[in-house]
């Protein structure tokens, strides 16, 4: 069993276009405060409204891209949450842009987990592979294959910068 403290009363926006798993979501992380949205620009919304402590992200269906770029200008530790765009490619694009963490729905029983892994590592001032990556490690490797950190990104400095 975790230690949850930490996300005791977080404002946490959380952005799907599945509702089932909106209502994963808010149930693994009953011990936050959740606002949710369905779409870009309900999403969008609320950020202009609210101040959040962290942001959950789909990327597909909501333009969760476009979402990733608004919740970083706010300075919000973002984790994109993605099933559709699980591939090398996205994993590359996401953390590039500033995302904190890039985990698959295929591990959503762990989120709170991971959410505690982002939000310590911002208070550290820490962004892209952290603790969240070190636990994620054997499931990329057996979704992507063994070699695909070297395939993911063309700059070999990539990887470097973000340890």
């Known amino acids: 069993m975790i230690e949850t403290d930490i996300l005791k009363d977080k404002k946490v926006l959380i952005v799907d276009d599945e509702p089932d798993i909106i209502a994963v979501l808010e149930e693994m992380l009953d011990m936050c405060i959740i606002d949710k949205a369905s779409d870009f620009q309900t999403a969008q919304d609320l950020l202009d409204k609210n101040n959040y ?3 959950i992200l789909d990327i597909m269906g909501v333009k969760g891209y476009d979402l990733l770029d608004l919740t970083l200008e ?3 530790p973002t984790l994109m ?3 559709h765009a699980m591939t090398p490619d996205d994993f590359v694009k996401s953390l590039q842009k500033g995302a904190h ?3 698959p729905k295929d591990k959503i029983t762990d989120i709170a987990v991971f959410l ?4 310590e590592s911002d208070q550290k001032g820490l962004k892209g592979i952290g603790k969240w990556f070190t ?3 054997e499931f990329f490797e057996k979704k992507f294959g063994y070699y695909w950190k070297e395939k993911a990104e063309e700059d070999p400095d990539f990887w470097k910068n973000l340890y």
Do not use: H, N, P, Y
């Open 53 to 55: 402590d962290a942001a």
């Open 74 to 76: 706010k300075g919000i």
């Open 81 to 83: 949450l993605t099933a």
């Open 101 to 103: 963490a890039f985990i």
């Open 116 to 119: 505690i892994d982002i939000l």
């Open 135 to 137: 636990r994620l490690e």
